[in-house]
């Protein structure tokens, strides 16, 4: 049996996450001892592990939610699961195409730029010019 500070040590999460984890379902509520201490077992360590890849890899916490249900059910059928990590795909590579743009720009900025005054600065003047703004939407990240 592993205390939480070992289960957070061995899979690499916070105490406070795990706790998290648990509030919100993602962990069961953890057996104790009758000082109430926590107490984890294999079953435990290996559910956090995989929530800790399955975050590693920017799946959200209703996609973990969905797979872990998939996990615990062994007659589901696996397409299921596919389909979350098709649309996992789908966001990664859109935020690839977004950082491929930002760094585009980012590149031609610093390109331009002529190393005089602060008032000739052509990444300044670039960041100025709100017209090449992106939206809230195409932010990095978003």
């Known amino acids: 049996m592993l205390s ?48 800790r890849h399955s975050r590693q890899l920017g799946f959200s916490l209703e996609a ?15 397409h299921e699961a596919d389909v979350i990590a098709r649309r996992q795909l789908t966001q990664v590579e859109q935020r690839i195409a977004r950082l491929e743009a930002l760094r585009k720009e ?4 610093v390109h331009e730029c002529s190393g005089g005054n602060s008032s000739d600065c052509r990444v300044l003047e670039v960041l100025r ?14």
């Open 4 to 51: 939480i500070g070992t289960l957070g040590k061995k899979t690499g999460t916070k105490v406070q996450t795990i706790r998290y984890y648990e509030q919100i379902g993602l962990m069961p509520e953890p057996g104790r001892t009758e000082g109430g201490q926590r107490r984890y077992g294999d079953a435990e360590l290996d559910r956090l592990s995989f929530i």
């Open 64 to 78: 973990i939610r969905e797979l872990l249900d998939l996990s615990d059910d062994p007659n589901r059928p696996c």
């Open 106 to 109: 980012l590149k031609r900025m």
């Open 129 to 142: 010019d709100h017209s090449e703004c992106l939206t809230d939407h195409d932010e990095i990240g978003a």
